[in-house]
């Protein structure tokens, strides 16, 4: 049985990185391969909160906060609107990545790790929810592993055996089957079949 690490959330200085590159449309150095998407319908929907809590918050600025204390408030709503962008940030410049020998899984801020191609049997689509955030076993699924930022899944990866995944806190997953979110599903499971096809593994 084989065994990757699972690295855990990404420190400060990165996040901050990935907003300033976003807000520049930098690419990340050293990015080889083919980027699938993984948090939009995400992103919209942290979007769509945050800009109509700061429209709520700015009109009672302007008719119930007392104006003692409307600095603060509008330093609250700047926090708010920065932390929206830095996960907007964040999980779209750290998509899941397809290259010649490699699939890198990315759930945005909280893990990450790498499979050789060469474990990968198939992959398959399947929508499936799963509770929780990050890479965490997926409840009464033998050797199931999800592997997102939201609650659902579309993709799913099947290993030749089981791949022991590491966690950034100590703990070991046993996988079999990543649940894989993706933001273009059909796209992405034509992507993976290719990679396999062309590539160590069979699809």
């Known amino acids: 049985m084989g065994e990757v690490e699972v690295r855990g959330a990404r420190a400060w200085v990165g996040v901050w990185r990935d907003v300033v590159g976003g807000y520049l449309r930098r690419p990340l150095a050293g ?23 700061v429209l709520v918050e700015g009109l009672m600025d302007v008719s119930l906060v007392p104006p003692a204390w409307r600095l603060v408030h509008l330093v609250w709503l700047a926090l708010l609107v920065d932390a929206a962008f830095a996960f907007g940030a ?11 020998t490699t699939l890198r899984v990315r759930a945005g801020l909280l893990d990450e790790f790498a499979v050789p191609l060469a474990l990968v049997r198939g992959v398959r689509r399947e929508r499936l ?21 939201s609650g659902t899944t579309e993709i799913v990866v099947d290993l030749h055996e089981p791949l022991a995944l590491r966690l950034a806190d100590g703990g ?24 396999l096809v062309s590539g160590p593994g069979t699809g």
């Open 31 to 53: 990015e080889a391969g083919t980027a699938l998407g993984h948090s939009a319908e995400l992103r919209a929907v942290v979007y769509l909160m945050v800009g109509a809590e």
């Open 90 to 100: 964040v999980t779209r410049r750290h998509p899941h990545l397809v290259g010649p």
């Open 129 to 149: 929810s799963v509770k929780g955030r990050g890479v965490r076993a997926v409840p009464d699924r033998q050797d199931a592993v999800a592997c997102n930022v």
């Open 172 to 195: 070991t997953l046993v996988a079999r089957h990543l649940h894989l979110a993706a933001d273009h599903p059909a796209a992405a499971h034509r992507t993976l079949r290719a990679a």
